[in-house]
């Protein structure tokens, strides 16, 4: 058995694209999948599935599933808990003087970007602000808070013609720590 992660994009933002936690977390059983637990209003749902299956595969079921239930096309990224918890050991901005989680940031990207991709943002430069693309993620750091940077989702998937979804650091170490119950 295999535990996963889902993030859905744009889920109960600003009353837009509104499901329900325990809905979402039905369509997750529907599906066959596993012991499916939401976490907060913005679309986190960790689920076990009993083979392995690559995460593009299960984004693609899931927001297959969404679109037929709830008639919204919603973008899903979906990670292995291990990819995770490699993802959690290789925040390069952990060792930062005076690291502080609550300006810490993860885009998690629907697919591994090309590089022509990262080139279109390998210039930029917002100090204090800082991004690290590694893999299938942007990790972004704001030691004077988000509320003014320009390092945000939207800058990123115009940028890089893709689409992502960001969880701040604590979402995604609660995330972690909710899942050693569902290994």
């Not at 679309?43 to 595969?57: K, L, M, P, Q, T």
């Not at 995770?84 to 993860?106: H, I, R």
Request: net charge positive; proline share 4%; aromatic share 10%.
């Amino acid at each position: 058995m295999k535990t996963y992660i889902s993030f859905l994009r744009s889920v109960n933002m600003a009353g837009h694209n509104l499901i329900k936690m325990t809905e979402l977390a039905n369509l997750f059983i529907d599906l066959g999948f596993g012991n499916a637990k939401t976490y907060i209003q913005s679309g986190n749902v960790i689920f076990n599935h009993d083979r392995e299956a690559s995460s593009a595969f299960l984004s693609e079921s899931i927001e297959k599933a969404i679109l037929k239930k709830f008639s919204l096309p919603i973008s899903v990224m979906t990670r292995k808990i291990d990819d995770l918890v490699k993802l959690a050991a290789s925040n390069p901005y952990l060792t930062e003087p005076g690291f502080d989680p609550s300006k810490m940031a993860v885009i998690f990207l629907h697919e591994t970007p090309l590089d022509s991709q990262i080139q279109k943002v390998a210039d930029v430069n917002f100090p204090p602000d800082k991004f690290k693309i590694i893999g299938e993620e942007i990790f972004i750091y704001c030691p004077n808070g988000f509320g003014k940077t320009k390092l945000y989702t939207g800058f990123f998937e115009k940028k890089m013609t893709t689409t992502g979804t960001a969880r701040n650091w604590k979402t995604i170490t609660t995330l972690l720590n909710l899942t050693e119950n569902n290994m």
